[in-house]
């Protein structure tokens, strides 16, 4: 296990030859479309080289705002210089279709959809890069379809790591109503470290989903009618259990690498070091680095040391 604490400034600025990690440049390209068994999806596919999928965190029907592909907005537009970046919008976020039907407003069909995706792109194996939520989804990608992923890469995921989420103590008492501007504003502000990263464009992106039918539909399905605590969340239960047990009796199929926010509200580190050590009792190759000063958005508030850990390690796995 490698631990890496990227606390000094001057670590951010020590990059190879020739690579350049300024994020000033947040242009993810163009906005591309792709049916998935019925369910039209948005996704950005820039960049040539390895295959690199970028997976953000949430779920559909979330009250305390929008989580999209566009999470990767610092990340996306450096790392498609040297590899072929892809990031879609997960099924019932952001502007890709709403589940059919309420029986698969579950974590079961966001990571069919995923796995679907992948297939449809025919460019695997991939390396897999998730945040929160969607850290929990590669990773369960690569325990039920290994032949999709090479690597794996698993960012502050409380969705993942034993231990039970800080979530709802971090976020006691939001402004209300849901999903405006300043609720927005006051929930991107709790799970980060430095504020100065909730940003105006990252506002109005959020807010611009939220705003949407579909994404109206979703919160009124998961939270008003119930689905969120009669469905989602208890089989999401059962799902982490099953996860624990793979992850002790067969372990990891590919090299992972664990990231983690060392001051994440949300998602314990004490968490996380649990998490890590159910990877490592199988996967040799199980690599880790925790980020001081950072909170749960990890490749936001540290978007230089970010983009060139993962691309050192794309390049050290290809």
Not at 91 to 118: C, E, R, S, W
Not at 135 to 161: F, N, Q
Not at 251 to 259: A, E, I, K, R, Y
Request: proline share 6%.
């Amino acid at each position: 296990m490698a631990i890496d604490i990227a606390a000094d400034p001057r670590l951010r600025a020590e990059v190879g030859p020739g690579r350049n990690y300024n994020p000033a440049n947040a242009d993810m390209g163009a906005e591309r479309w792709l049916d998935v068994s019925g369910i039209r999806t948005r996704y950005f596919d820039e960049g040539t080289g390895a295959p690199v999928v970028f997976v953000h965190g949430a779920q559909m029907g979330a009250s305390d705002g929008a989580s999209s592909a566009n999470t990767w907005a610092l990340n996306f537009p450096v790392l498609r210089n040297w590899h072929n970046v892809i990031a879609f919008d997960k099924l019932g976020q952001g502007y890709t279709d709403n589940p059919k039907t309420d029986a698969d407003y579950t974590m079961h069909a966001i990571v069919q959809h995923a796995i679907g995706f992948l297939e449809k792109l025919c460019k695997g194996p991939y390396h897999l890069v998730g945040h929160s939520c969607g850290g929990y989804v590669v990773s369960r990608i690569a325990m039920e379809r290994p032949d999709l992923a090479k690597t794996c890469v698993c960012v502050s995921s409380g969705t993942l790591s034993p231990g039970t989420s800080r979530t709802r103590i971090v976020h006691k008492d939001p402004p209300q109503p849901p999903l405006t501007r300043e609720s927005i504003r006051w929930y991107c502000e709790r799970y980060s470290y430095n504020l100065k990263i909730v940003t105006e464009d990252w506002l109005d992106g959020s807010l611009a989903i939220a705003r949407t039918e579909k994404n109206e539909i979703a919160v009124a399905k998961m939270n008003r009618d119930g689905l969120l605590r009669r469905q989602f969340l208890p089989l999401l239960s059962k799902q982490r259990t099953e996860m624990f047990r793979w992850l002790q009796e067969r372990g990891m199929p590919c090299p992972t690498l664990v990231v983690w926010g060392y001051d994440d509200p949300a998602a314990d580190l004490a968490d996380g070091l649990q998490l890590i050590e159910l990877f490592m009792k199988k996967q040799r190759d199980t690599e880790v680095r925790i980020f001081n000063k950072s909170g749960h958005f990890v490749m936001r508030e540290h978007p230089g040391a970010f983009n060139r850990l993962i691309d050192t390690y794309i390049d050290a796995h290809c």
